[in-house]
């Protein structure tokens, strides 16, 4: 039997992140989380958002390697042109034209390296009306048509957390098109520029609802649907506690296993696709959730097949049965975290390491296979000079923070 190589499948592969906010870092983490050697070039002094934490709490940042350069100093930026040549892809968030401003555009980047694969994330896109606007999810998920969708009937659109923007529409999307264009430039020989947009991202995802939309089974009154909390048996209830539960019986068989498993006839509460009838069905199955408690229902739903979960906190879910036996989170330097996902039979991922600071002491094994030892210790010297600079508040390092998006 082959043994077990805890590499990641994107082992050997190396890509350079031009330090950003939002989507660029957590596509940075997957890559890292699945093998690939990610060195992150940092401003000197920066942190993300501006939040001062300790660093092991910047959970995207883990697994890399990082290195502090002024990107406004010509010699960091031939740094950065010789780290490229050594790169399979470089990603960065800025908004358009800021590399090309600084030297390390596309054009550039690939005569240095024409396999390189370019991967860029913004919120409005490379090109169009609004691409040199500021912007941020909230922004990005308004014009798309998904945060009017989002919400209970009667109430305003619901602000959700950045998952569907900047994660989900935003750095899955770079990461995907990143990989896409690494298995192109396997083929071909030749890099490319991947143009990711958090405002492509979200439509795409949202293509089944265009779909029904287009097919005039989708109702344009938020909360009035069968998966936005229209429907009686999708939707969230409170129990006797105060904790919240979950439901999604969609099928009929799973939707009769639910009605007969809490006590209540189907027939009292009219047929399951009724609509005009989801209002007081509704009524009614919030009034049975709240005789028992969570931990009650959980008792008796749980393992079945009525579509069933507790709604838990950040702090709760580690702790659950299920996630613990499936071990999706980890606790890495007293930080309890995601684990990498998703899983490799062959080539699994290893525990990422925490997120560390640069660290000039540490350049010759951060930088080992990347660049010759000359060009490691004058990369030494610049940071060095960087991070006094940035100490003394004499530094123009990177550009401002109005030219990253998003």
């Known amino acids: 039997m082959e043994q077990e190589v805890r590499k990641g499948p994107l082992a050997g592969v190396r890509v350079i992140e031009l330090a950003g906010i939002g989507p660029g870092p957590l596509a940075g983490m997957l890559l890292a989380d699945m093998g690939a050697e990610v060195l992150r070039i940092e401003r000197p002094g920066e942190t993300d958002l501006g939040v001062k934490r300790e660093r092991r709490h910047d959970l995207m940042l883990r697994g890399r390697k990082p290195i502090a350069l002024d990107l406004k100093d010509p010699q960091a930026v031939a740094a950065v042109l010789d780290l490229v040549a050594s790169a399979d892809a470089l990603i960065e968030g800025y908004r358009p034209g800021v590399t090309e401003r600084m030297g390390l555009g596309p054009d550039v980047c690939l005569a240095r390296n024409p396999r390189l694969v370019y991967g860029r994330i ?58 896409a264009a690494l298995v192109e430039a396997g083929k071909s020989g030749k890099g490319q520029v991947v143009d990711a947009a958090i405002v492509d991202g979200v439509a795409a995802l949202g293509s089944v609802f265009h779909g029904l939309v287009a097919a005039g089974q989708w109702h344009p009154e938020r909360g009035t649907n069968i998966l936005d909390s229209g429907a009686h048996y999708y939707n969230v209830y409170q129990c006797k506690d105060g904790g919240w539960i979950s439901v999604g019986p969609i099928e009929a068989r799973f939707y009769r296993d ?55 906190s950040y702090e709760d879910a580690p702790h659950h049965r299920h996630l613990k036996a499936r071990e999706t989170f980890v606790e890495i330097d007293g930080v309890m975290q995601p684990a990498p996902a998703p899983r490799f039979s062959r080539t699994p991922s290893a525990l990422p390491a925490p997120p560390r600071k640069p660290d000039v002491r540490d350049y010759e094994h951060t930088l080992a296979g990347w660049l010759p030892p000359e060009r490691i210790e004058a990369v030494r010297a610049l940071s060095e000079r960087a991070a006094t600079a940035a100490a003394s508040g004499h530094a123009g390092h990177g550009q401002p923070h109005k030219d990253r998006q998003p």
């Open 258 to 312: 639910l009605l007969a498993r809490i006590g209540i006839d189907p027939a009292s509460l009219g047929e399951q696709g009724d609509q005009d009838k989801w209002e007081a069905a509704g009524e009614r199955l919030a009034e049975v959730f709240r005789t028992r408690t969570r931990g009650e229902w959980c008792d008796l739903l749980e393992g079945t097949d009525v579509c069933f979960a507790p709604v838990l």
């Open 122 to 179: 913004t919120g409005w896109g490379q090109t169009g009306p609004l691409a040199h606007t500021a912007g941020h999810d909230i922004n990005y998920i308004s014009l798309t048509g998904a945060l009017n969708a989002i919400g209970r009937r009667g109430q305003p659109p619901s602000v959700p957390l950045a998952y569907l923007g900047d994660f989900a529409g935003g750095g899955m999307f770079l990461l995907a098109g990143v990989l």
